[in-house]
């Protein structure tokens, strides 16, 4: 019923992917970025393809770090019973996707009754670039970090993972993810009057489309509007890359309205589920 893909594949899976595009975004990004047979990289990916003679009509994906993801709106059971039969032996630490789809998949590799750290859904928004609102008249400057930011980023990363409520990656502490936001081509600080207000970043990005994530503004900065003008900012950059799509999903109310002022649709939700403990998969 199902198969594991090959680099043959990645052209057919992008162009199915890419029709559900709004939650795809990690299977999408790591497909770009990894390709289908990377074992080493956390973020390096191995798919899974159910077909018909059309083509490929789901999709499913694990990284090397064991973050689940699949695509497959009309799915029956059964496909997700044979994904769970494929990683007979894996460990899974989390999943995220349309709810929906993680509630079935979680049921059918028999993982939906173990206690989870973190389990939510999230609004999620699109902003086509085409759409993009001007740049705000003031002189503030979107930079990209340095490793010299790394020691008062970490206190940055603490209020980031204390406000989300999101859990360490196993084996990080939050002086390492500093240090690879600082490595980040993609990173991104804002700065007023040389002081930095607010950090963002890509969590996943195609030929065409970015996933905007990690936006942060420290407690004695908000208020202002900088989390929204640094996303705002970042995405006239990426326009200009010839990026025409960007989605999100927010993390609270305030950040919801925030990314409603520069234009950001709300079309859906994403769920994020974390395990509380690493939990091995047995068929």
Known sequence: MIRCATEADAGAMDKFLSRYAASSMFLRGNLSAYGTQDREHRHGTKFYLSEDTNGIKAVAGITNSGYLMCQAPDAPMLFFEAV???????????????????????TGIGCDKVAFALRVQEPLYALSLDELMPLPLQERLLVKPSP???????KWFLGYHQDSGLPLPPGTDLADLALTFTANPDARLLTVNDTPVAMSNLN???????????VYVPTEHRGRGYGGEIVLRHLHQLCLEGIGKAILFAASAFAARAYEAIGFRHIGAYEIALLKEPWRVKT
Do not use: C, E, H, Y
């Not at 894996?90 to 979680?106: E, N």
């Open 84 to 106: 769970a039969k494929m990683l007979n032996g894996r460990t899974i630490v989390g999943m995220t996707g349309d709810p929906g789809q993680v509630s079935t998949m979680l």
């Open 148 to 154: 010299d930011n790394a020691a008062w980023l970490t």
């Open 204 to 214: 996943a990005r195609t030929r065409d489309t970015v996933q905007i994530g990690g």
